[in-house]
C-alpha cells in the first residue's frame, strides 16, 4: 500500500479548460488537487502575468484590439511577453485553444470559454483567498530562458517580485517556486521553503543547471539538484527510471513528475515511488487514486453569484 501521492493540476487543468486563467485554475480546485500549478512571466511594465511562453501564443490567445488607438505594438499575438504591457496583454483573448494543427488533443478535450483575460499572479492569489483554497499548494513557475534573456525578466528581480506577491497574499508558506532556470532556485533558496528543479533533456545543460555539469555530477539528476538548493526533483515523465529514483532517494529528494495523462501511465510510476503526478486531467486521475485506495485531496466549493 502506498502512501500519499499528491495529485497536482497542469496549468489549472489544461484537458479541460483553458491553460492558465481564472476559470480553469477555479475549476482545477473544484474537482480537488493537493497543488494548483500555473506558469508566470513579467510584462514590460513590471507585472506578474500567467502565461507559459515568453512570446504570446497564437494556439492560447487571439487579437481583439488594439490598447489604445494607433498602437505600433500591434497585432501583440506573437510578441514578446517581456515587451508588452499588462493594459495590451489584457486585450487578449485567452478562454479558446486555436490548435496549429486539428489533432491537437487539448482542444478536443477543453472547454472553451471566450472573452477570458490574462490574469496576473495577484488576481490568482485574490481567487484562492476568495475561494478559502487554503489547503491547496499553489506551484508557481518562473518562466525564464537562460540562453535567451533578451525574453526575460532579470532572474533576482523575478524571484522578488514573485517571493513578495505571495507575501502580500499570506501564501508564501504554502507555496512553491518551480523552473527549469536553476538560477532561479539557487536564487529562491533563502527565500522560500519549497524549490522544484524541473528538467527535461533539453534543459540536462549547465546554461539551464545554473552552471553544473551533469557529467561532473556523475550523471545524477538529484545529486545537481541538489546541488542548487532544490527540495524536490521534478522530470519530465521520460525520464524517470530506477537510476533516476535510486539517486533521488540518495538525495532524499521527492520527485513529482510531469505532464502525466494516462492514468496507466501514473499507476506505473506510482509503483515506482514518485511522490505526486502533474497533469493535465485531474478528472481522471482523481478516478484512479479512487480505484487504487489512496488518498484523495478535497474539492473547493466553488464560488456562487449573490443571490444565486
Not at 500549478?37 to 510584462?43: G, W
Not at 539517486?247 to 505526486?276: F, K, S, Y
Request: hydrophobic share 45%; charged share 25%; net charge negative.
Amino acid at each position: 500500500m502506498h502512501g500519499y501521492v499528491e495529485l497536482h493540476g497542469h496549468r489549472g487543468a489544461r484537458g479541460l479548460r483553458p491553460e492558465n486563467t481564472l476559470p480553469g485554475l477555479a475549476f482545477a480546485l473544484e474537482l480537488g488537487v493537493d497543488a494548483l500549478e500555473f506558469d508566470v512571466a513579467m510584462s514590460a511594465d513590471g507585472q506578474l502575468v500567467l502565461t507559459h511562453d515568453l512570446h504570446v501564443s497564437a494556439v492560447t490567445s487571439a487579437d481583439t484590439g488594439m490598447a489604445v488607438p494607433g498602437d505600433e505594438m500591434f497585432p501583440y499575438v506573437g510578441k514578446p511577453i517581456i515587451a508588452l504591457t499588462l493594459p495590451q496583454l489584457r486585450t487578449l483573448d485567452v478562454g479558446v485553444r486555436l490548435p496549429e494543427r486539428p489533432d491537437d488533443r487539448f482542444a478536443l478535450t477543453q472547454v472553451p470559454l471566450p472573452d477570458t483575460r490574462m490574469p496576473t499572479l495577484g488576481a490568482v492569489l485574490g481567487l484562492i483567498g476568495a475561494l478559502g483554497a487554503d489547503h491547496v499548494r499553489l506551484h508557481v513557475e518562473l518562466k525564464s530562458d537562460p540562453t535567451r534573456p533578451d525574453l526575460c525578466a532579470d532572474p533576482r528581480r523575478f524571484v522578488e517580485e514573485v517571493v513578495n506577491e505571495l507575501d502580500r497574499h499570506d501564501r508564501l508558506s504554502r507555496a512553491a517556486l518551480l523552473s527549469f532556470d536553476w538560477r532561479i532556485l539557487e536564487i529562491a533558496r533563502p527565500l522560500v521553503e519549497r524549490r522544484y528543479a524541473l528538467v527535461e533533456r533539453d534543459t540536462m545543460t549547465p546554461a539551464w543547471m545554473n552552471g553544473i555539469r551533469l557529467g561532473e555530477a556523475g550523471g545524477d539528476l538529484a545529486a545537481a539538484a541538489a546541488a542548487v538548493g532544490a527540495t524536490t526533483l521534478s522530470p519530465d515523465r521520460v525520464l524517470v527510471d530506477e537510476a533516476l529514483m535510486t539517486g533521488a532517494a540518495r538525495q532524499g529528494l521527492p520527485v513529482v513528475v510531469w505532464t502525466v495523462n494516462e492514468p496507466d501511465e501514473a499507476a506505473r510510476l506510482i509503483d515506482m515511488g514518485v511522490a505526486g503526478i502533474v497533469t493535465d486531467y485531474p478528472d481522471r486521475m482523481r478516478r484512479l487514486w479512487k480505484a487504487r485506495g489512496l488518498p484523495l485531496p478535497d474539492p473547493v466549493t466553488p464560488l456562487r453569484p449573490v443571490g444565486a
